[in-house]
C-alpha cells in the first residue's frame, strides 16, 4: 500500500508559476510510474502528465503541453523521492484540485499512464487556484 501526499498548491496570478510535489507518506515511490490528473469544480477529473518509473518517458495532456513539465528525483533516500509538476504560464482554467496518482508495475517495466483507472494508489489532492 501507498500513501500518497501532495504538496505545493496555492493561489497565483494568471501568467504566474508553481512546483507541486508528491511523495510517498510511508514508503518511497521511485519504483512507480506517476500520473498528476486534476478536477475542476463541476468536471470530471482529468489526466494532466504522466512519468515513467525511471524517468526516461513523459506524456502530456495537449492543454499543458509546453507550459508544464513532470519530473521525478530517484536519486538517493527512497523515502525521499519526489514526483514533481512544474507549471508555468498559469491560466485560470488551471484552477483545479490536483492529484497525484502512483502504479504498481513490474520491475522490468518503464511505461507512462495515462489513464485514471490504471492507477492504484492516489493522494488526497492540492487546490491549485489561478486568478485573472
Known amino acids: 500500500q501507498v500513501q500518497l501526499v501532495e504538496s505545493g498548491g496555492g493561489l497565483v496570478q494568471t501568467g504566474g508559476s508553481l512546483r507541486l510535489s508528491c511523495k510517498g507518506a510511508?514508503?518511497?515511490?521511485?519504483?512507480?510510474?506517476v500520473g498528476w490528473f486534476r478536477q475542476a469544480p463541476g468536471k470530471e477529473r482529468e489526466f494532466v502528465a504522466a512519468i515513467s518509473r525511471s524517468g526516461t518517458y513523459t506524456y502530456y495532456a495537449d492543454s499543458v503541453k509546453g507550459r508544464f513539465t513532470i519530473s521525478r528525483d530517484n536519486a538517493g533516500d527512497n523515502a525521499k523521492n519526489t514526483v514533481d509538476l512544474q507549471m508555468n504560464s498559469l491560466k485560470p482554467e488551471d484552477t483545479a484540485v490536483y492529484y497525484c496518482a502512483a502504479k504498481a508495475v513490474p520491475s522490468n517495466s518503464d511505461s507512462y499512464y495515462d489513464i485514471e483507472w490504471q492507477y492504484d494508489y492516489w493522494g488526497q489532492g492540492t487546490q491549485v487556484t489561478v486568478s485573472s
Open positions: 510511508t514508503r518511497g515511490i521511485s519504483t512507480y510510474p
